[in-house]
T-cell receptor
Framework: SQQGEEDPQALSIQEGENATMNCSYK?????LQWYRQNSGRGLVHLIL?????REKHSGRLRVTLDTSKKSSSLLITASRAADTASYFC????????????FGQGTILTVHP | NAGVTQTPKFRVLKTGQSMTLLCAQD?????MYWYRQDPGMGLRLIHY???????AKGEVPDGYNVSRLKKQNFLLGLESAAPSQTSVYFC???????????FGDGTRLSIL
């Protein structure tokens, strides 16, 4: 079963706009991770946020985590056409041996 | 530095045939994972390994077997392929259970 639910399923924006993707999960976690997948390729790690953290930044990416609401969001600022990809959140439980449970993903399209 | 390499990249099988997918990593990672990705369902964990000589079942292990005889290699076997196993298979590795995973580019498997 899928741990995470991502919203929206698809997002279409213009270059320069911000893109926000949301992820909700059901059980307690050790950390939550965001990955990007370009068409026909493997997943690439973006950001890992631990359960005791509330916000992390990496370049144009900002991730928030609200453990009380069991939700996370990924914000991409000043989007570029090259950001077009699928974005997945994944959760790792406390004693999970690093096993990840993925959401269904958000397909982001950035128009030039 | 190749990272995670999966072979083959594409394969078409007939129902009932067997095959082995190979995952090799050159980063000396302890943990390795096999996922499958189906349209609209994100990634689901098939089997995983926490070190050389160890394997364990994930969320969807039925119809698959794995082996980790060498630390750098994680093999996924289909003994009698079924059309329901048509999917894209991804291998991933990580040095510890609390760090991001590194993914290969996937094996696209079709079973007729």
């Amino acid at each position: 079963s899928q741990q995470g639910e991502e919203d929206p399923q698809a997002l279409s924006i213009q270059e320069g706009e911000n893109a926000t993707m949301n992820c909700s999960y059901k059980t307690s976690i050790n950390n939550l991770q965001w990955y990007r997948q370009n068409s026909g390729r493997g997943l690439v790690h973006l950001i890992l946020i631990r359960s005791n953290e509330r916000e992390k930044h990496s370049g144009r990416l900002r991730v928030t985590l609200d453990t009380s609401k069991k939700s996370s969001s990924l914000l991409i600022t000043a989007s570029r056409a090259a950001d077009t990809a699928s974005y997945f959140c994944a959760t790792a439980g406390g004693t999970s041996y690093g096993k990840l449970t993925f959401g269904q993903g958000t397909i982001l399209t950035v128009h030039p | 530095n190749a990272g995670v390499t999966q072979t083959p990249k594409f394969r078409v099988l007939k129902t009932g045939q067997s095959m082995t997918l190979l995952c090799a990593q050159d980063m000396n990672h302890e943990y390795m994972y096999w996922y499958r990705q189906d349209p609209g369902m994100g990634l689901r964990l098939i089997h995983y390994s926490v070190g050389e000589g160890t394997t364990a079942k994930g969320e969807v292990p039925d119809g698959y077997n794995v082996s980790r005889l060498k630390k750098q290699n994680f093999l996924l076997g289909l003994e009698s392929a079924a059309p329901s196993q048509t999917s894209v298979y991804f291998c991933a590795s990580t040095p510890t259970s609390n760090q991001p995973q590194h993914f290969g580019d996937g094996t696209r498997l079709s079973i007729l």
